[in-house]
């Protein structure tokens, strides 16, 4: 029976498209998911937030690498100077041991349980140590008072030639005048994470052969203070603390600063001036930041930068010709991949994908390239048969065919859309970051992106359509419903494609001063915007996926469903009839596999809505494949599945044609190819999933 083979062909088409779904996305998954990093070889995902932590999760010790850390976490010089100390000639760490301690530090050793090293290291962490111990030795280069309770004073280091001190993690509130007073070799100070409100940076004055000065994660704001002429420092790590602003004379003083960091902190303005003096800068972290806007003036002196981290500011508030100007820029820090088409310069850019694209491609695995073309192909060909076979084939119903024709050339405007973006990803192979920004700010992107748009629109507005015609035509045949005729459905199609266009090109109106909109988040130019809550157009894209997609989705599948709940009613009592039967098993595989290819879509709207993190892989699986598939599934459930479509564009379809070509006198095509129906009626009600027949005020399958 002919309902029987639509449920063959409908459930083995549910089955090979959640199969190529799930093969597509497994393939498109990196080696490790998001906010992980990859080691090992690729056979081990250590978290983001372990990368750099002097601790090393991965085997080949990858997480720590001190160029990859000095260059995004740290200081490349205090990283290297502290790789070539604490190694041998042979670059293997020095044993330790406690041998040449002498008696004056193995007395205070052995009481406080504490240990020393090589006469000049003195250990005394995780020892709850309120005060420092009295160690009187000349040869004392290094003290580590790390995890205690200590309490400073201006007798803390009275006699001592310290060279690196490391006072992390105690409760230290305050500094008082001349604690600092005789560390004038002092080259490393370490105060983070302590409870320190201020600072007097004046005390610093003394300390001239100072490098590295560490006062991170306490509370200083640094308001209304500036730090003295330091001559040899390199280093100054002021992150996560509570500094609101950068005033012009703050650093002015550290004229040789190789690296400021400034992470995590309330700046919300810098003075145009306030790093004018720091030409010899090659580090700068502001990210986690609350600034509303960075002057142009800020880098402008910066002529050796190397590395800068911007991580949270947003990309409008920084000035483009000034990124462009740091031409020794070497790596640079966004909080979202499609900024670094801001610094094309730039080859070290992070993050370095967005799960679509990277630096070197615009598709960044093959799986996607490979799926791209695909869907292309199959859409362009699937709906250009369609197309073929309506205006070739001569179909008895114009209107429905019109209906029919109208959503095909729809659909192939997605494949067009992926041929763009296939073709652009094979142009820029291996070198998308120096033309990121001229594409996506390109007439080029913007047409994918109304084709894409357009397309998905008309192709929902068609469906919701055909949908209530349905409705009105079978499930109340005698409600006063006009018949369908070829104006009505013109009428309509013009109405639909105007929607469907306007819903498009709105954004490129809203926003005319640029090209920007459909590539400013993706350089696959589609406005999906799931990756962040509130990006610019984010009003447009809810709109559109939340407000009409959501709204025409639920009412295709409300009136389907009231649909086959009338027809239930009207032959409860009598055997369904087949034509019956294979109407409704049609209508169940169209509302499911409409709700397939948009319910994820949709979901991820509102996921990003909640603030929820979508991964890459999932947005790029989503818009490479999840989005055309409709376009590619609509000729197989509304033209090849009905039987007259199948036996036209078979071997006597053909003879169909050619019998025409050859009878100038108008013979029927039943007679010109042998396939003359005693029942018009039901020939015509297998035409296709949308038909009219012309004696009847039903729509048949």
Not at 180 to 209: G, I
Not at 489 to 511: E, F, K
Not at 596 to 605: D, G, N
Request: glycine residues 4%.
């Amino acid at each position: 029976m002919s309902f029987r083979r639509s449920i063959v062909v409908g459930g083995v088409l549910i089955i090979l498209l959640i199969l190529l779904s799930t093969v597509t996305f497994y393939l498109s998954l990196g080696p490790c998911p998001r906010g992980t990093f990859a080691c090992d070889n690729g056979t081990a995902c250590v978290p983001q937030r372990n990368i750099c932590d002097n601790h090393s999760d991965c085997q080949d010790a990858e997480d720590e690498d001190p160029v990859m850390c000095g260059m995004f976490y740290g200081s490349t010089l205090v990283v290297q100077e502290l790789m070539q100390k604490v190694r041998n000639k042979n670059g293997t760490v020095l044993e330790t041991n406690n041998r040449t301690c002498e008696q004056t530090l193995q007395h205070v050793a052995n009481q406080a349980r504490c240990r020393c090293f090589y006469s000049s290291m003195f250990f005394c962490n995780d020892r709850r140590l309120s005060t420092v111990p009295e160690i009187h030795s000349n040869k004392l280069k290094r003290l580590y008072l790390v995890n205690n309770t200590i309490k400073l004073s201006e007798l803390s280091f009275i006699g001592l030639s310290l060279e690196y001190m490391y006072l992390s993690n105690n409760d230290i509130e305050e500094i008082t005048p001349g604690t600092f007073a005789d560390l004038r070799k002092l080259e490393w100070l370490l105060l983070r994470s302590n409870q320190l409100t201020s600072f007097p940076l004046a005390e610093l004055r003394d300390l001239q052969s100072l490098k590295l000065l560490d006062l991170s994660d306490n509370r200083l704001s640094l308001a209304n203070d500036k730090f003295p002429k330091l001559h040899s420092i390199y280093e100054l790590i002021l992150d996560s603390n509570v500094i609101e602003m950068i005033d012009e004379d703050l650093f002015a003083g550290l004229g040789r600063l190789h690296l400021l960091s400034l992470h995590s902190n309330r700046i919300s303005s810098i003075h145009p001036r306030a790093f004018q003096e720091l030409t010899d800068l090659r580090e700068l972290g502001l990210s986690s930041n609350l600034l509303l806007r960075l002057p142009d003036t800020v880098l402008a002196s910066m002529s050796l930068l190397e590395a800068l981290n911007l991580d949270g500011i947003p990309i409008e508030n920084i000035d483009s010709d000034a990124l462009s100007s740091l031409t020794t820029l070497k790596s640079v820090v966004f909080s979202k991949f499609y900024y670094c088409g801001y610094a094309p310069h730039v080859k070290n850019c992070k993050p370095n994908t967005d799960g679509i694209s990277t630096l070197a491609d615009l598709l960044s695995k093959p799986v996607l390239r490979y799926s791209a073309w695909l869907m292309a192909l199959v859409t362009c060909m699937g709906n250009g048969l369609v197309l073929w076979g309506r205006f070739a084939l001569r179909d008895e119903n114009r209107a429905v065919s019109m209906v029919i024709r109208n959503l095909a050339v729809a659909d192939m405007l997605m494949g067009f859309y992926l041929v763009i973006i296939s073709i652009q990803d094979f142009r820029y192979r291996s070198r998308y970051h120096e033309v990121a920004q001229d594409w996506a700010s390109s007439w080029n992107c913007t047409l994918a992106g109304l084709l894409a748009m357009t397309s998905s629109e008309v192709s929902m507005l068609i469906l919701a359509f055909m949908s209530v015609e349905r409705f009105l035509l079978i499930a109340d045949p005698f409600g006063g419903h006009r018949r369908l005729d070829s104006r009505n459905v013109l009428t309509s199609m013009i109405a639909i494609w105007t929607v469907g266009g306007t819903i498009a090109i709105i954004p490129v109106i809203h926003w005319r001063s640029s090209t920007r909109f459909y590539g400013m988040h993706s350089g696959t130019c589609f406005p999906l915007h799931v990756q962040e809550r509130f990006p610019l157009g984010w009003e447009y894209s809810a709109f559109v996926f939340l407000g009409v997609n959501l709204s025409l989705l639920m009412l295709i599948a409300s009136l389907y469903t009231a649909l086959l709940v009338s027809i239930w009613r009207t032959r409860r009592a009598t055997p369904l009839a087949v034509l019956d039967c294979e109407f409704a098993i049609r209508f169940f595989f169209i509302v499911l596999t409409d709700a397939t290819c948009w319910a994820p879509i949709i979901a991820l709207k509102i996921l990003a809505f909640l603030s929820y993190e979508i991964s890459a892989d999932i947005y790029a699986w989503i818009v490479i494949f999840i989005l055309p598939l409709n376009s590619a599934v609509n000729p197989l459930l509304y033209t090849f599945t009905t039987p007259r479509y199948r036996d036209k564009i078979g071997i006597k379809g053909w003879q169909t044609v050619f019998a025409r070509r050859r009878n100038e006198q108008g013979v029927a095509e039943g007679t010109a190819n042998g396939l003359t129906n005693s029942n018009p009626d039901e020939s015509q009600g297998k035409i296709l999933p949308l038909l009219y027949t012309p004696n009847s005020t039903n729509w048949k399958m």
